[in-house]
């Protein structure tokens, strides 16, 4: 399997694993992913999810290997896929956390972007390298980079193809924090886990509200505030947040 995916306690872990080329993706493993999140948004046991890359690396990009295959059909066909991976992670209504170590590049830095979280090791490595190829860019990487450093830093990033390192990654928040490489995976599990604790319908619209003050004027947001409160009133974590608060004790929330 290039694609592992493993469970401890609510959160599952999926990692990228094909030291040979640094984790690149093949068509195999694109399919492997958007089966992999497709079956995390059914799975109620499944509360948070981490993605990572073994060996060192998260991911250098698409296999080359494998670019062009199959033309123009083949093409459109690996594109296809590429959307819906990103759907299934970005719209997972699920808490995700990327851990990224070392090289982090092209569509694989879209995977990342399409969390919710990044943490990064000192070692990563983000790159838009589409221009080295002479290819725009794909994974949604324009998109999301905007939405989180505007147009000018985005054409930078794309236009040059240059690496932004972990510090530099931070400081445009495009990652939320940086670890040493040995406590990377072990710091993304404790957080995986925290947010696995929390509310889940809660989280889910509240996920779905950072998505809509994107593209929303503010009373059609206002509007749909009006829904969402009411659903996430019937949910059996806001009866169990409640009578936590009132016994004043740490609230055990399930997730419905």
Excluded at 47 to 62: M, P, Q, W
Excluded at 93 to 117: E, Y
Excluded at 133 to 149: F, K, M, Q, T, Y
Excluded at 174 to 190: I, K, M, Y
Aim: overall charge neutral; some cysteine; proline content about 4%.
């Amino acid at each position: 399997m290039t694609v592992r995916v493993e469970q401890q306690g609510s959160v599952a872990i999926v990692t990228l694993d094909r030291p040979q080329s640094k984790n690149a993706v093949t068509d195999e493993m694109r399919r492997q992913l958007w089966e992999a999140y497709e079956g995390f948004a059914l799975d109620a046991s499944v509360r948070a999810v981490v993605l990572t890359g073994a060996n060192g690396a998260f991911s250098s990009g698409a296999d080359i290997g494998g670019m062009g295959g199959g033309g123009m059909p083949g093409s459109l066909g690996r594109m296809h896929e590429l959307a819906r991976i990103n759907r299934a992670i970005y719209h997972l209504k699920k808490p995700t956390i990327a851990a990224v170590p070392g090289v982090c590049a092209g569509m694989s830095w879209g995977f990342a972007l399409c969390c919710d979280f990044v943490i990064a090791a000192e070692s990563a490595k983000f790159m838009q390298v589409f221009r080295n190829i002479a290819l725009a860019p794909d994974g949604g990487s324009v998109w999301l980079l905007n939405r989180l450093i505007g147009p000018m830093r985005t054409k930078e990033l794309c236009y040059s193809g240059r690496p932004v390192r972990s510090a530099e990654a931070l400081d445009l928040g495009l990652a939320l924090e940086v670890t040493s490489d040995d406590a990377l995976q072990g710091r993304a599990l404790a957080f995986a886990q925290e947010m696995a604790e929390g509310p889940g319908i809660s989280m889910a619209l509240t996920k779905k509200q950072v998505d809509f003050a994107g593209v929303m004027a503010f009373d059609q947001f206002l509007e749909a505030e009006q829904v969402m409160q009411p659903v996430a009133s019937r949910s059996e974590d806001h009866a169990e947040g409640v009578a936590a608060f009132r016994e004043k004790r740490k609230p055990q929330f399930k997730g419905s």
